[in-house]
């Protein structure tokens, strides 16, 4: 009789899997405006399995230079406890673990207020709402608790009183940069390090530099992850696909990619990329351009922003080869897009609309029922991993 087969471990938020972290690559140039790193998790005896298009949820920890700083501010030595739902735990720890600090929270401005400080009342008030948010995320203006604290040194609070204005650490979503078939013990990521200043000091992202800066040896942080079947390459391997993928958007065609080559899938590929410069931010180049050698990238068309003096755009390129994009979707090819929400996603969208007008003879509206209602609704072949 044979053995009975086990279960695979189910790892999710509150149950994620202690992973390692034994590879952090630079991918960026050193003159480059980024810091752009290859990262490579260990899922050793793990049993975690994913899929191509799949994201992987990381549960970071703060930096450790911060949570001194806040204890600083806040005149505690870290040593105080603090209860978080039934545990009681050191401060240091919970503010290490527990919570985010990186960003202060209204809550604590309301709390700020409370205790009598002027400002803080007035940045509550409804008509100060765009100044609050200005005051408290404005880009390079924003602010943390060390910030607050010691802008306000009159306000003074008890460990437990200022864990309780706070937001608990969230996870960070990654897209997954590789194929299990082809590297069956660990998960790849492609992460952009954000890295800024703000009132004289250096803020980091907290995933980013997590993973960047403080993730290393025997140290192993929560991972699990998150299933994306809206971002499945098509089931026939023998369906062309069109990948969209400017900086770290190009993350999971690499995993399409490595997974079409693992399984020897005949369908067609083809890659847009686009970065900054050439020399400095083409990630994967030599990957990228052997698998142009091997076939098994059909064409790869490239956009640097930035090596000429108008800015060229993945939707630049995408105009040039309308005819063809155009072409590629009549015999069924699928279209993928991932990177930037706010500005890149929305252009390459519009791009695609004007494709379908030049090159498919249809007017503005039917141009666009086409593409938002036909290939992205009714045929689920226009896919978006848009963050
Ligand atoms: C499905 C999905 C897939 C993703 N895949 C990838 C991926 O493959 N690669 C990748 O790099 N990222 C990816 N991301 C984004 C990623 O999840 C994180 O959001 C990103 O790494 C930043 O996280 P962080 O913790 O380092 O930064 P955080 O601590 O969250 O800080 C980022 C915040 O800082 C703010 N900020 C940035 N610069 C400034 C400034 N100058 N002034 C003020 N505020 C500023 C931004 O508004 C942003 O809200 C993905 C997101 C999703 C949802
Ligand atoms: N939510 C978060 O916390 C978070 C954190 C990190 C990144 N992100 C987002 O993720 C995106 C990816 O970041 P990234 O560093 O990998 O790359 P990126 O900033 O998207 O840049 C990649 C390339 O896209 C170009 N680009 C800029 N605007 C564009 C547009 N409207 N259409 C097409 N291309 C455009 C850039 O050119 P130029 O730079 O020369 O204009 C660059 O050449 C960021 O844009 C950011 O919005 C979000």
Redesign the pocket.
Known sequence: MSEPVSAKPVYNNKNPFPATHPVNIKLTGDASEKD?RHHEISLAGSGVIYEAGD?LA?K?TNDPELVELTLQALGCSGDETVKIKEVTKPLREALFRDY?I??AEKKFVAKLAEKGVAKAAELLKPENDAALKEYL??????RDYVDLLREFPEAKFTPQEFCDTLRVL?I??????SSLKAHTESVH??????????HGRL?????????AERWSGDTTAGIFI?T?KHFRLPEDPNTPVIMVGP???V??FRAYLEERQAIGAKGKNWLFFGEQRAAQDFFYREQFEGWLKDGALTRLDLAFSRDQAEKVYVQNRMREAGAEIWKWLQEGAYFFV??DKNKMAADVHAELIAIAQTHGGKSAEEAKAFIEEGLMKTEKRYRR???
């Open positions: 752009t994201a990381l970071p985010q990186h960003f995320t404005g880009r390079n203006t924003v969230a960070r979503l990654y897209s997954i940069s990521l492609t992460v952009a390090t954000v890295r800024y200043k703000a803020r980091r992202g907290l995933a980013s530099t997590f993973l998150q994306q900086g770290t958007g993350a999971p991932c990177g991993d848009v963050y």
